[in-house]
T-cell receptor, first 116, second 117 residues
């Protein structure tokens, strides 16, 4: 079984500053993927970034980057140069293989507010 | 590419009636579709997994007779909430994955808001 934990229910940041959202996970699988999804007020789920567990290099997508610590089972998201449009609920998720192949396990979510 | 649609986007129904929600993959064949339920400011809760042509696999605690899922084609899955009650009011989201796409990736529909009065 997989578990994903986000311990920050809410975060806020000033526009143009940097913010880090935390996520820890647990899985018994060797091959798995980790994701950060954004859910803006429209409630459409948007993939922000993904990390393949067998890759040591941290994934980066423009202003978004992750700090993947496999031994510690930690997967934090850093948002640089925060923009008002980054205001959303952010979910950390894992997707493992085996009998749970394809199933996403989500964390509780973190509501991020970017202030002007 | 990888677009998933849901219809309707918002539905209001009376207690005791049934309502059907459609989930379509518009530009790929979805071998697997997932149905989630989400309450305000909460996480997504997986309800069931459906594979084309097979019976859906429901998560523990989800009533299969209340939430009927059909995945009759590679582009369409439906969720029918039978004998709906106010406690069934929620936001329902589907997602899809296809063998032609990255196997680890799911593509989400825009969601359906169900209000039962």
């Amino acid at each position: 079984a997989q578990t994903v934990t986000q311990s920050q229910p809410e975060m806020s940041v000033q526009e143009a500053e940097t913010v880090t959202l935390s996520c820890t996970y647990d899985t018994s699988e060797n091959n798995y993927y980790l994701f950060w999804y954004k859910q803006p007020p429209s409630r459409q789920m948007i993939l922000v970034i993904r990390q393949e567990a067998y890759k040591q290099q941290n994934a980066t997508e423009n202003r978004f980057s992750v700090n993947f610590q496999k031994a510690a089972k930690s997967f934090s998201l850093k948002i640089s140069d925060s923009q008002l449009g980054d205001t959303a609920m952010y979910f950390c998720a894992s997707n493992a293989g085996g009998t749970s192949y394809g199933k996403l396990t989500f964390g509780q979510g973190t509501i991020l507010t970017v202030h002007p | 590419g990888a677009v998933v649609s849901q219809h309707p986007s918002w539905v209001i129904c009376k207690s005791g009636t049934s309502v059907k929600i459609e989930c379509r993959s518009l530009d790929f064949q979805a071998t697997t579709m997932f149905w989630y339920r989400q309450f305000p400011k909460q996480s997504l809760m997986l309800m069931a997994t459906s594979n084309e042509g097979s019976k859906a696999t429901y998560e523990q605690g989800v009533e299969k007779d209340k939430f009927l899922i059909n995945h009759a084609s590679l582009t369409l899955s439906t969720l029918t909430v039978t004998s709906a009650h106010p406690e069934d009011s929620s936001f329902y989201i589907c997602s899809a994955r296809g063998d032609s796409r990255a196997p680890y990736e799911q593509y989400f529909g825009p969601g359906t808001r169900l209000t039962v009065t």
